[in-house]
Each structure stands twice: as C-alpha cells, then as structure tokens.
C-alpha cells in the first residue's frame, strides 16, 4: 500500500484565465511544464486555489479534459469532483472517469445542505464516487472553507467500510492530533497529504510526505529544501526555513491571498489572469509594491523569477 501513496509535492495550480475571466486552457501545457522543471510530484485541480467551486461544471470539464491530454501517465492528476449538488458532483465523477492520465478524484462535503453526521457525509461520498469505481478517491477535508467539519479520523473508520475505492485524505486543517491518527490508522493503510503548506515541518515530524498546497506554484524550491533538511536531521534549518515559508504567506495575504497568490504568478513570468469574483484581483501598483516587499524577504531565491517557460 505504501507504494502507491503519494509523495512529494503536489501543486493547487491556478486556473489561467482571459481578461474578461473566460478559462484560458491554451496555457495549461506551460504550467505543466514549469511543474516538471520545479520537481512537481502532480497537481490538484479543480479545488480551492483552482477557483474550482466559481467555476461553472463544464468549465470543470474543459480543465479537467485540458490537464488531462497534457500530463503523462507519472505525474499524478487529482481532479476534485465535490459540489453542492450531488448531481453535479456524480457528472463530474463520471466524467473524470473517462479522462486519461487520472490518478484520483476527490471532493468536499456538500457545503450548502451540510450532512449532519460522518454517515451521512459517507453516504453522500460513496453515490458520487460510484462514478468513478475505478480511480482512487481522497475525501477533500477543509472545514475553514467547506463549514463541513468532522473528525477525520472517524471518517476513515466509516468510509473504509462503505467506499472501496477509499485511498486517502487531502487533509487541509491545523488539528494535527487527527492527522495523525489518520496517519496510523489501521498501520498506516491509507494516504492522507498534509494540505498546509506553512506547517509542512509539522507534517514531516508526524509522518507526512505527500503534500498538497496553493505556494508551491509559487516558491517549491523553499519546500524541496525544507524536506531535504528534514531528512538530514538539520532541524534548526528546518526551523528557519519553514518561518520564510509563513512570512512570504504573511505578505501575499495583505492583499487578499487568493487573488494576491495568482498575481504573483505574474512576476514569475507565467501571467494566469485575473481572480474570479468573489476573490479580488491584485492592482498593478499593489503587485509592485508586493514585488518589492517579496525581494526583501529574498522570496525570489526559492523560485524561478522573469524566466520565461517556451
């Protein structure tokens, strides 16, 4: 089982998009191959940082199709499926079963009409991955975003019995007591990826090495060098390194992290467009000023900076 888990970093890639916020699929192939150039494990699309839920279904599709004839069959493609509706989510199960190159799918909870209990999360999860009973499923747990918030941990005892495809867990929340009991749960059967890329040397200290977060479009030779260190038991380095990873997160935040993040992308010579509403996209004099506060902070030595990817 170990085999098959996940390791290394996977990217939340941005959704490229035209100036009148129409999905720019043309520059897909140019991601794809800056992630290959960082030392990307895979990518997770169609989630938080995609924009994937201000997306319309077959937007969805046409990202999931795009990714899909663009990755070979070693870079691992996650595709999130979770929607309000169960329809929708089964449609979009349904429809990444037929893609290529698929190495899972995973969803949120339904967040409007939240389920009331983990069964009923369960049994929501288990009709729509039916879709799909061929590709592994990772349940998609964010609460801070979803409002959908259960111990993980519980989850796992249920959906081990009820949904055979269960693989892991994208598992994006601080209570790291849960993390780690879903980590060793039934001796470390399942894969559960540590989704928060500013505590990534927390995750490591309990076991973790899949990872799954929106700044490793943005800086991963940061997060190569802190698992490099890790490994080599320097952790006062691990220390240093993991608090450049909070203050570069500080300073894209003060102008709205969603938004200010695919900016940033901008300066790293890969302009993806503007954010969909509700999210703000950062103003041209604000990105300068970001600039300038990011080269302070030595940002542009963990990444590639006005390199342009032919």
Known sequence: MDSQKIKGLVAAP????????????????????????LGITGVFINGSTSEGLSLTTAERKDLAEAWSDT?????????HV???????????????????????ISMVGPFYRKPGTVSELVSFCREVVR????????????PALSGVDFTMYDFLAEAS???????????????????????EYNDGEYDIMFGNDELMSCGLMLGARGFVGSTYNLFPHLYHEIINAFDHGELSRVRILQRKSMEF??????????????????????????ARLPLR????????SLEEDLKQADFFKYTIHKQAVS
Do not use: W
């Not at 709205?256 to 993040?261: H, L, R, T």
């Open 14 to 37: 941005f959704t490229p998009m035209n100036q009148d916020r129409s999905i720019n699929l043309k520059l897909i192939p140019k991601l794809y191959k800056r992630f290959r150039q």
């Open 71 to 79: 990755v070979d069959d070693e870079f691992k493609l996650l595709i």
């Open 82 to 104: 979770g929607h309000a509706g169960i329809d929708d989510a089964k449609g979009l199960a349904s429809h990444a079963a037929q893609c290529t190159s698929v190495a899972g």
């Open 131 to 142: 879709e799909a009973p061929d590709l592994p499923f990772y349940y998609y747990h964010i």
């Open 161 to 183: 019995t009820r949904i055979p495809t269960l693989r892991g867990i994208k598992f994006t929340n601080s209570d790291l007591i849960d993390f780690s009991r879903c980590l």
């Open 249 to 274: 997160v500080r300073l894209i935040d003060q102008y709205g992290y969603g938004g200010a993040a695919k900016g940033v992308m901008k300066l790293l010579a890969l302009d993806c467009g503007p």
């Open 281 to 288: 996209t950062i103003k041209s004099d604000e990105l300068k």
